[in-house]
T-cell receptor, first 113, second 114 residues
Framework: AQSVTQLGSHVSVSEGALVLLRCNYS??????LFWYVQYPNQGLQLLLK??????LVKGINGFEAEFKKSETSFHLTKPSAHMSDAAEYFC???????????FGGGTRVLVKP | ETGVTQSPTHLIKTRGQQVTLRCSSQ?????VSWYQQALGQGPQFIFQ???????GRGNFPPRFSGLQFPNYSSELNVNALELDDSALYLC?????????????FGPGTRLTVL
């Protein structure tokens, strides 16, 4: 069965600093990987997705993620945090044979001025 | 273009009652998925509907049921509500059921069971 682990339920960064959110997955087949962001009292918004093309994926709002098969990881980064990045971030996996998204537990990002 | 909408926004029920949540998919989308997000957790897949037929189900009991209508809007029904059913229920629509089809989420319905 596929699963997703997000290391760190809370991350605090200073405005302008690097944002790094970790995601590791387990899957028996090549996965499709997603990062979503959830702002308070809102649904999920897609940041980016990996679908077996380029391993470095660029998304919206300056975020990018790199798929590393050998490490079964799909970490999300942003070079310079902005106050508006404060939100909860979810990594999700979708197996080639499946029709559902399996989400990690989420990482809440706090941005300090 | 209208995104995914859900109604109601909030709902309070008591144990044992039944509830119906509604979702209007994005224009042109024929696939709807439902997720339950408990407080402090990631969303969990309940089931998916494709062209009015159930197309996969997660680990939820039969008292969770759904429908998809010809216009591809959808309902989630939960019978015999339990306290643990308190959660944010998210609906997501996608253009098709393909593996790379992005799921677009609505704002959710917050259900509280007392």
């Amino acid at each position: 069965a596929q699963s997703v682990t997000q290391l760190g339920s809370h991350v605090s960064v200073s405005e302008g600093a690097l944002v790094l959110l970790r995601c590791n997955y387990s899957s028996s087949v090549p996965p499709y990987l997603f990062w979503y962001v959830q702002y308070p009292n809102q649904g999920l918004q897609l940041l980016l997705k990996y679908t077996s093309a380029a391993t470095l994926v660029k998304g919206i709002n300056g975020f990018e993620a790199e798929f590393k098969k050998s490490e079964t990881s799909f970490h999300l980064t942003k070079p310079s945090a902005h106050m508006s990045d404060a939100a909860e971030y979810f990594c999700a996996v979708r197996e080639a044979a499946g029709n559902k998204l399996t989400f990690g537990g989420g990482t809440r990002v706090l941005v300090k001025p | 273009e209208t995104g995914v909408t859900q109604s109601p926004t909030h709902l309070i029920k008591t144990r044992g009652q039944q509830v119906t949540l509604r979702c209007s998919s994005q224009s042109g989308h024929n696939t709807v998925s439902w997720y339950q997000q408990a407080l402090g957790q990631g969303p969990q897949f309940i089931f998916q509907y494709y062209r009015e037929e159930e197309n996969g189900r997660g680990n939820f009991p039969p008292r969770f049921s759904g429908l998809q209508f010809p216009n591809y809007s959808s309902e989630l029904n939960v019978n015999a509500l339990e306290l643990d059913d308190s959660a944010l229920y998210l609906c997501a629509s996608s253009l098709d059921r393909g593996l790379t089809d992005t799921q677009y989420f609505g704002p959710g319905t917050r259900l509280t069971v007392l």
